[in-house]
């Protein structure tokens, strides 16, 4: 399972730097329309701070202090800074995940969850529907208005 895990994380983290790599005007990653209330920069910024979170600190044991607000209030960082953050937030997932024990999957997450406790295997099954979901919307941003 752990390696299945890895393998997947593996793929949407580089799905997710190819999609901002994709874009061919880099303003086009900041804008938003009556109808898209997220753009491609914040989404990633937002998960670049999930994944250093929820597992870098809590699974990797990273000091790591999350700041939310500016994950979405945050505008015009670089196409280049945003893709650096994606491929550094790759290393501390996979190098967490790697170093993780097996017999830790099944057990309790350290912290609830919208107040649920959750085993380990179940929060990172949760946090990698979250990556590929936010990175979906990205390309959609991204084949809609980078124009």
Same mark, same amino acid.
């Given at each position: 399972?752990?390696?299945?895990? @890895? !393998?997947?994380?593996?793929?949407? $983290?580089?799905?997710?730097?190819?999609? @901002?790599?994709?874009?061919?005007?880099?303003?086009? +990653? /900041?804008?938003?329309?009556?109808?898209?209330?997220?753009?491609?920069?914040?989404?990633?910024?937002? +998960?670049?701070?999930? +994944?250093?979170?929820? $597992?870098?600190?809590?699974?990797?044991? $990273?000091?790591?202090?999350? !700041?939310?607000?500016?994950?979405?209030?945050?505008?015009?960082?670089?196409?280049?800074?945003?893709?650096?953050?994606?491929?550094?937030?790759?290393?501390?997932?996979?190098?967490? =995940?790697?170093?993780?024990?097996?017999? !830790? *999957?099944?057990?309790?997450?350290? @912290?609830?969850?919208?107040?649920?406790?959750?085993?380990?295997?179940?929060?990172?099954? &949760?946090? =990698? /529907?979250? *990556?590929?979901?936010?990175?979906? !919307?990205?390309?959609? &941003?991204?084949?809609? +208005?980078? @124009?």
């Amino acid at each position: 399972m752990k390696t299945a895990i @890895i !393998q997947l994380y593996s793929r949407e $983290i580089d799905r997710l730097a190819s999609e @901002i790599e994709q874009y061919k005007e880099e303003t086009s +990653l /900041w804008k938003l329309t009556d109808n898209i209330s997220n753009c491609a920069g914040n989404l990633c910024l937002h +998960l670049v701070g999930n +994944l250093n979170h929820f $597992i870098g600190r809590y699974i990797g044991n $990273i000091d790591y202090v999350r !700041q939310r607000n500016a994950e979405f209030n945050t505008k015009d960082v670089p196409k280049a800074t945003l893709v650096s953050e994606v491929n550094k937030v790759k290393e501390v997932v996979l190098t967490a =995940l790697k170093n993780f024990p097996d017999a !830790q *999957l099944k057990k309790n997450y350290p @912290i609830k969850k919208n107040g649920e406790v959750l085993t380990n295997e179940f929060m990172l099954m &949760h946090l =990698l /529907w979250h *990556l590929s979901y936010h990175v979906g !919307q990205i390309n959609y &941003h991204r084949r809609l +208005l980078d @124009i």
